[in-house]
């Protein structure tokens, strides 16, 4: 169905995936899904991780990969969301904001999904399907329906919804187990939501649909669906859910064709073009059939894949379809608006179809029969059926005014509707009326005040909205104006619209909208004059626009100024000048003045809101100071001056801002301001002017601010300021100066506590300044002195001044704690001790007794404060320093101070110590003894060399620390201490722990000989110590440690000890002799032994020792050391006499190494008594084979055993042991170890026949290696027949074969390998191989009949190699490699080259440029058969690219046959080519026809070449090209040059230009042709004006040849009148009849209301029809008259 070269679809290849580097193993309905052409979705594994990749189709080379396991995704339809299946959990995910949108857990698996919409998935289970919405987070899927039983065990393919969900199909295919059945049987389920029904259907695919029919208010809900049976193969087409005032759907069902070379052919895919009304139909072989939904009528069908395609989905950019094949080739097929209407007009010659497919889509093509149909009908008086044309036309070709015109004019029959009405009706019904039409229904309708009408077309959008439609609307009603204006996008009309109707705020809305600029400035002033409320509001709209001012804000307050709208104009700029801009400065002051000359206490409010800072401050100062606003002047004067003169009067200002106006002058500027004030009313103002200076205090500088209330003399205000500053001020200078002002203004207590708190002041100058001011209260002076250590000084003062009851106050109210320091000084002046011991005697407060002691012992008084101090004893009181001082006056009067120091214990042993040590050491030591004063002790004792009592005191001390600090070498004492401990100290003690610590500290000071003296004192002789067993372990080991000579008399001596722990460290210590005595003497056999063998190492003695005592456990040991020894003989002689085996695995070790296997045996034997470990057997069975001892091996495996007889058969295999390793295979039956046993004894037979037993390739491949190095070709066969089985062991074996040069071999096992039954690819594969390199001749004939079973890349690759050209095209052709096939064999001509070969590849090629090659490699090699190759290639090539490749090179004769086959195409590259070929042959009959038939080449071009042409007949053509292109001058000249008058006659009439013929007559006369000028008023009749012809004749006499035109001339004359006349008669009937019709029509009809139509009647009600006998409706009431 070529269509006579027209071909009504566009196909596009829009990716090829593998390019984008997906997987060609991936490309499959389970990995790829297409939901849309928006994305293709695919799975993937790339080396070991798991990808899905998105494929952006409007952007191919966005290809987007993520590291996601699933076992299913789909993208959605428009957006970048992706829903994901992992067995039963869904999830969905939004790749771009990169959040999960939903996820749920499946009670059952999920067999198929798709996205039914933007907002849903249909889940389709082995039972149910289920709708999911992602609109929310959180539902479940709901189920919709169960499957039928008839999809039970089908594979779901599809699932389709109607955009509103009430109907659904779910389709899939299955086997078909009928024999007499298609193979592969459909079966769909289709359900209705409302009904809540199925119905099961048979069939493949389906689709549904929407059409519009013929007078059907609604849009037809359709249902197509297609199925192939044995019988053959239909389409459907079925109404569903059919509305009532819609006409019926006819049911289609019609014939699907399929070809015989598709006879499993199957509808796979089915989409519906919305637009256009066709049903798209993809088959499993790659055709494609289109069907026009209405009719069901077959379009066109041709095949657009060599492939599968096995997923679609509708193309929305075209209308149309796009899939992917199993090649991945992204491929798009739709409807070619330009050539489908020509291709059903000419080709399926249904010019019915064409019409409806035309007006549906508004499709080109079918123009010229609209109007010859439309022309027709109207002038047959058909005007109800030209108006349904007219209002159907595609792309309103018909709907002109000229059309509404000719309606118009047609005069209205009594009793009929008028055509006007039923045109306008018919476009109502159609749909939009456009703009003429709109105008024209337009007037009448308002003038007769139906206006409802026309707002209830606007609503349905049935009228275009136009300029002149708002024009004339306006008249009658503005906002329906404005809703014409709004959707004609006429902004200048819709402003003045809002304006009119006073929505002011929508008209800065609207033009922004729009972008429309109005003049602003002219809508304002009209508002405001109109509705100054209005304005105001429409003036801060413009001004406060997002994008900036609309308006000059200037000009706007111009506006309200000049009608003197002060509020207004504030408001306005209030709001304008919000943003408080730079530029607006000007504004802003402008805003404040008019307020403060009107409303000042606005401008105060403005002020206060602090909204503008780039106004004229000096300006608005100075207006703010007139208006009495002195704040606001203070806020905005910068002049000193000016702030002086407003800032005193404080009266006038708020305090607590004036205090903190300050904060914005400068330091100067504000002592200024405040000695202004001072100077100008100091009363008034002094309290304002310490509040600053408090305030700003820091910054001002206290110094300064002293210095100016000094300078006015005011000490209140000092003492004021201070007051509030010296808390936290730290300048000394302003606490003195506080409280110099406090002491002047009389504030004594003030002077106390700043005296008291304050940590800043000069203690030295303010104590210098109380005492010169002679205060009558000394406290102050009193808290200085104390504060600041000046008792002496006070002391000294208050004595001095007979002020003596201010000391009492001092010690007894203010601080008894200085009350040593008084006593001290008022002994430093010689007071009265009567007076210093009455004045301690009223102190009550507490202070420190040991200043007080230390006061007077330093002024040797100390026997002062006895009474005092033994009264304080008597009172009870238990201080120590008490009892020290009492202590030291007991020391010094020597009153029995020993018996003090040692029964009290309250006293401070180290001051008291400390005091004795010049007096009396062993005082001292007493006091330090009794206070554990260690460090003070020992120095004491050193000093005065009490070595007995310190050796007496570190005894009964037990401190480590102490210990260690006398008994390091340093110390020079130490040997006169340690005498003394080991003479004195330890024997008077009586305290195990005493003689414990004392131990550890010699054992930790590492004194081991005077720790040896020590013990032997404390052991040796006779002591309640004597039996220690601790000491004598301690003895022992010390003596081990530093004396060996004496370890052996006191292992003799002692009994006490701990032998085998003395004995081990003896042994430690290298003295092996004394551990063995002393295990010998306490019977520790087993021990003493170990010494002798392994620390004396004498195995002689050892074995002496053994015989001697003859126990089993000393032999075992002797024979472990005889083994350490390697003299194995006598260790297992020793082992067999303890009957130990349990060291046996060394002993089997050894034994094995030093090749004692005889003696082995033995102990092995004397093992396996007592043992049964499989060790031991196997070691046994091991030394049998070493021994040669085959009989006892036989014996050995007759009996009951537990050895591992496999690894004792590979040891002996590994030791050449071939005899005992072929016994122990044989007793377990391990045929495989038993055949490669036999190989190495030359059994080669029995080999074989025990590796087939073995069954394991491992074997065979031994068993082989062995055949194939002794060359055993047969037996190799064998084995090697059952390697090549398995795949993995192939290359291998061929790679042995190959190395050794056995080629013949190898190739005879692999044909022999063919017949097997677990025969695979790869042998065939490789057979292939070696036959390219070593058998070349057989390879082609084995390709032929094993192609279908060889790794075809891969043969490739070697036939390549081997340079064998025919074998490599016959693979490539058989992998579909038809693009590599093609090029090989041109590449390899001479060898491979083959023309009906060719022929069938080329046309296969996929890569166009291959086209293009082969046409250059026939034009070298093979020009003969170049039209045969283009013959194919026609199809498929470019024909202008080809034209100009034969052009180049001057070869385009050859190709005369193809440019005749191809010139129907009407191509400009083809038809210059042909026609210059014609050109070079003479052939102007054919050039002729050339140029008439297709007239795509450059006329002009030719026509000038041509008329230089030699040769007549060509010089004719160039006259008839100039003419085809109404180029009439050069054509007639060119014919006058031949004096071809005929063809310039000729061409004069074709012209229909008066001027060309009369020039042409002309030159007639002038040449005196009177024939040719006869003939010119014959053939330009109509052209000549008998004017002209009457003066060329009368002036050249040919009056005889002119009288025949004059005569005619008349004629016609005569004829037009009469006609004229006529139509004027029936004109002004017609115009009569027409104005009494009109005068007859009612003004209203009150059928009106109902349906959009004009010719609705009634509603309520269908309206009655009456005939009326020519077959139409009766006229019906319209509510106005005919146009």
């Not at 891969?1354 to 340079?1363: D, G, L, M, S």
Request: charged fraction near 25%; aromatic fraction near 8%; proline fraction near 4%.
């Amino acid at each position: 169905m070529d269509g006579g070269g027209i071909i009504p679809i566009a196909f596009c290849e829009h990716l090829q995936l593998s390019s984008v580097g997906i997987q060609p193993q991936s490309i499959s309905f389970q990995t790829l899904t297409l939901e849309s052409d928006h994305f293709i979705c695919v799975r993937e594994k790339v080396g070991e991780q798991n990808q899905v990749i998105i494929v952006d189709l409007a952007d191919a080379n966005n290809v987007m990969r993520r590291p996601i396991t699933a076992d299913s995704a789909i993208m959605h339809p428009q957006q970048k969301i992706i829903a994901l299946k992992a067995q039963r959990q869904l999830q969905v995910f939004n790749i771009e904001t990169k959040t999960k949108v939903k996820s749920h857990q499946m009670n059952e698996d999920v067999v198929f999904w798709k996205w039914i919409s933007i907002n849903a998935i249909g889940l389709v289970t082995e039972t149910s399907v289920y709708h999911w919405s992602i609109q929310d987070a959180t539902s479940a899927p709901q189920k919709v329906f169960d499957r039928h039983a008839t999809l039970a065990g089908a594979q779901i393919i599809n699932y389709r919804t109607t955009p509103d969900n009430k109907w659904l199909v779910l389709v899939g295919i299955a086997g078909n187990t009928n024999p007499g059945g298609f193979k592969v049987k459909g079966a769909m389920q289709l359900y209705s939501t409302e009904r809540g029904v199925s119905q099961p259907i048979e069939g493949h695919a389906a689709a549904f649909g929407e059409l519009k029919l013929d007078g059907a208010a609604t849009p037809t809900k359709l249902f197509t669906f297609s199925v192939r049976t044995a019988t053959g193969a239909k389409l459907h087409v079925v109404e569903i859910d059919h509305q009532a005032p819609n006409p019926q759907f006819t049911k289609k069902a019609v014939d699907v064709f399929f070809p015989k070379e598709a006879a499993n052919d199957f509808p796979v895919s089915m989409q519906v073009s919305k637009r256009h009304g066709v049903i798209y139909l993809i088959t499993k072989y790659g055709f494609i059939h289109l069907y026009d939904l209405e009719t069901g009528a077959n379009i066109y069908m041709n095949r657009i894949s060599g492939d599968t395609i096995f997923v679609t989905a509708e193309h929305e950019a075209s209308d149309g379809i796009i899939g992917v094949n199993k090649k991945g080739q992204v491929l798009s097929v739709n409807v070619d608006d330009n050539t489908i209407i020509p291709y059903i007009l000419s080709t399926l010659n249904n010019p019915e179809l064409a019409f409806k497919m035309a007006s549906r889509a508004n499709l080109p093509g079918a123009d010229d029969l609209y109007v010859k149909q439309y022309q027709h009908l109207f002038a047959s008086g058909q005007y109800a059926e030209a108006a349904k044309i007219a209002a159907s036309s595609p792309r309103g070709i018909l709907r002109t005014p000229a059309t509404i015109d000719q309606f118009k004019q047609v005069p209205v029959q009594p009793g009929t509707l008028s055509p006007i009405l039923q045109y306008f009706g018919i476009l109502l019904e159609k749909g939009e009326l456009n703009k003429y039409e709109s105008l024209e229904l337009a007037r009448p309708v308002l003038a007769q005040g139906r206006k409802q009408l026309l707002e209830k077309w606007l609503k349905e959008n049935k009228l275009e909205c136009s300029e002149e439609l708002g024009d004339i609307v306006r008249l009658h009603d503005m906002t329906l104006a404005l809703s014409v204006y709004l959707r004609a996008n006429t902004p200048n009309k819709v402003v003045a619209c809002f304006a009119e109707l006073g929505q002011y705020d929508k008209i800065v809305l609207y033009s922004k909208k729009v972008n429309y600029q109005p003049d602003y400035v002219a809508l304002l002033q009209h508002i405001m004059r109109v509705a100054p409320e209005k304005g105001a509001e429409f003036a801060t709209q413009l001004a406060n626009d997002e994008s900036g001012p609309l308006v000059d804000v200037e000009r706007v307050v111009d506006i309200f100024m000049s009608q003197n709208l002060i509020q207004p104009a504030t408001a306005f700029l209030l709001d304008a000048l919000k943003d408080n801009k730079p530029e607006q400065g000007h504004l802003q002051t402008r805003l404040l003045e008019m307020n403060l000359m009107n409303a000042p206490q606005v401008a105060d409010a403005i002020l206060g809101n602090e909204m503008f800072t780039h106004y004229d401050r000096p300006r608005i100062a100075n207006l703010c100071e007139k208006a009495g606003l002195l704040q606001r002047a203070l806020e905005h004067y910068e002049d000193l001056a000016d702030i002086k003169r407003v800032i005193v009067h404080t009266n006038a200002l708020n305090a607590e801002w004036l205090v903190n106006y300050f904060s914005r002058l400068t330091t100067d500027q504000s002592l200024e301001c405040l000695k202004e004030m001072l100077r100008i009313n100091i009363r008034q103002n002094l309290q304002v002017v310490i509040q600053v200076a408090t305030k700003y205090s820091d910054i001002l500088g206290p110094v300064k601010v002293i210095e100016m209330f000094e300078s006015f003399k005011s000490s209140e205000g000092l003492y004021y300021y201070l007051g509030s500053v010296v808390n936290l001020s730290q300048d000394p200078e302003v606490h003195f100066k506080y409280i110099q002002a406090a002491t002047r203004t009389g504030q004594i207590r003030e002077v106390e506590r700043i005296c008291r708190e304050s940590n800043f002041y000069n203690p030295e100058k303010v104590k210098n300044f109380l005492k010169e001011a002679k205060l009558p209260d000394q406290l102050p002076l009193i808290i200085v002195c104390d504060r600041f250590d000046f008792v002496h000084d006070l002391v000294l003062y208050l004595y001095q001044n007979g002020l003596t009851n201010f000391i009492e106050v001092y010690v007894q109210r203010v601080n008894s704690a200085r009350c040593p320091q008084v006593i001290g000084g008022l002994l430093d002046v010689d007071c009265d001790e009567g007076t210093i011991k009455s004045l301690l005697a009223s102190v009550t407060g507490s202070f420190p007794i040991d200043e007080l002691v230390e006061e007077v012992e330093k002024r040797n008084r100390l026997k002062l404060i006895l009474p005092w101090l033994e009264a304080r004893i008597q009172a009870g009181q238990t201080e120590p320093a008490l009892y020290n001082a009492l202590a030291k006056i007991y020391i010094d009067s020597n009153n029995n101070p020993e018996a003090f120091l040692k029964e009290n214990n309250i006293y401070e042993p180290l001051v008291v110590g400390k005091y004795c040590e010049k007096r009396d050491p062993y005082l001292a030591y007493i006091a330090y003894a009794k206070g554990f004063c260690d460090d003070e002790l020992i120095r004491i004792t050193n000093e005065n060399s009490m070595f007995k009592q310190q050796a007496r005191y570190l005894v009964k001390r037990r401190r480590v620390e102490l210990w260690q600090q006398v008994l390091v070498a340093e110390n020079l004492h130490r040997r006169a201490l340690i005498d003394q401990v080991t003479a004195t100290a330890i024997p008077e003690c009586t305290d195990p722990d005493d003689v414990s610590a004392t131990v550890k500290a010699f054992m930790q000071a590492d004194l081991p000989l005077e720790l040896i003296e020590m013990l032997e004192k404390i052991i040796l002789e006779p002591t309640s110590f004597s039996d220690n067993r601790n000491l004598q372990n301690l003895l022992l080991l010390t003596a081990i440690r530093a004396d060996k000579g004496k370890v052996v008399n006191y292992i003799n001596k002692l009994n006490g000890y701990d032998a085998q722990e003395i004995a081990r460290i003896a042994v430690e210590h290298g003295l092996n002799e004394e551990a063995f005595t002393i295990y010998k003497k306490y019977n520790e056999h087993a021990l003493a032994i170990n010494v002798l063998v392994d620390n004396i190492a004498s195995i002689d003695r050892g074995l002496e020792y053994a015989v001697k005592i003859n126990q089993p456990a000393v032999w075992s040991r002797l024979a472990k050391a005889q083994l350490d020894g390697l003299r194995i003989k006598d260790a297992i002689d020793s082992y067999i006499k303890a009957e130990d085996p349990s060291n046996f695995l060394e002993v089997i070790e050894l034994s094995n190494r030093a090749g004692k296997h005889d003696d082995l045996v033995r102990y092995l034997q004397m093992a396996r008594k007592s043992l049964r470990e499989p060790k031991i057997d196997t070691e046994l069975a091991y030394a049998y084979a070493k021994t040669d001892r085959l009989h006892d091996m036989e014996d050995f495996l007759g009996m009951t055993n537990v050895a591992d007889i496999l690894e004792v058969g590979e040891k002996c295999f590994n030791d050449e042991l071939y005899q005992a390793a072929k016994l122990l295979f044989q007793s377990i039956s391990n045929w495989a170890r038993l055949a490669t046993t036999l190989i190495y004894l030359g059994e080669n037979q029995a080999a074989v026949e025990s590796a087939r037993k073995a069954g394991n390739t491992q074997v065979w491949k031994q068993v082989h290696q062995a055949c194939i190095e002794k060359a055993e070709f047969r037996l190799a066969q064998i084995c090697g027949l059952n390697i090549i089985v398995h795949a993995e062991e192939l290359a291998a074996l061929i790679k042995e074969y190959e190395k050794r040069g056995f080629f013949d071999e190898i190739l005879s096992l692999l044909e022999a390998g063919l017949s097997l039954e677990r025969a695979h690819m790869g042998i065939f594969t490789e057979l292939s191989i070696l036959y390219s390199k070593y058998r070349p001749e057989k390879l082609m004939e084995h390709l032929k009949l094993f192609v279908s079973r060889v790794n075809i890349p891969k043969v490739i690759r070697a036939t390549e190699k081997a340079h064998l050209w025919p074998e490599l095209v016959f693979l490539y052709v058989k992998y579909d490699e038809f693009d590599n096939a093609a090029l090989a064999m041109m590449e390899r001509a001479a060898d491979a080259w083959d023309h009906n070969q060719f022929k069938e590849v080329i046309v296969k090629a996929a890569n166009v440029e291959i086209y293009y090659k082969a046409l250059s490699f026939y034009l070298q090699e093979q020009p003969l058969l170049l039209t045969d190759l283009l013959t194919v290639l026609t199809p498929r090539i470019d024909h202008t690219r080809v034209v100009k490749m034969f052009l180049r090179d001057d070869n385009v004769p050859l190709i005369r046959p193809y440019l005749v086959a191809v010139q129907h195409l009407n191509i400009e590259a083809v038809n210059d080519a042909y026609n210059d070929l014609l050109m070079e042959e003479e052939d102007f009959k054919t050039l002729r026809h050339s140029i008439d038939s297709f007239d795509n080449f450059n006329n002009v071009s030719l026509a000038s070449r041509l008329e230089k042409h030699e040769l007549l007949e060509f010089r004719r053509l160039a006259a008839h090209l100039y003419k085809k292109n109404h180029k009439w001058e050069e054509s007639i000249t060119l014919s006058k040059q031949d004096k071809l008058f005929k063809d310039a006659i000729i061409t004069a009439a074709t012209s229909g230009s008066s001027e060309v013929a009369e020039d042409l007559l002309t030159y007639f006369v002038d040449i005196g042709n009177k024939e040719c000028f006869a003939a010119m008023l014959y053939a330009c009749f109509d052209l000549l004006r008998s004017d002209v012809v009457m003066e060329l004749s009368w002036q050249h006499g040919l009056n005889d040849f002119y009288m025949p035109y004059r005569i005619q001339s008349q004629r016609s004359l005569v004829d037009k009148l009469a006609k004229l006349e006529k139509e004027v008669k029936e004109h002004a009937k017609k115009v009569t009849i027409k104005e009494e019709a009109e005068a007859e029509v009612p003004i209203i009809n009150p059928g009106i209301g109902g349906k959009l139509l004009l010719t609705q009647g009634p509603s309520g009600m269908a309206p009655p029809v009456y005939m009326n006998g020519t077959g139409m409706m009766p006229p019906q009431m319209t509510g106005f008259g005919g146009f």
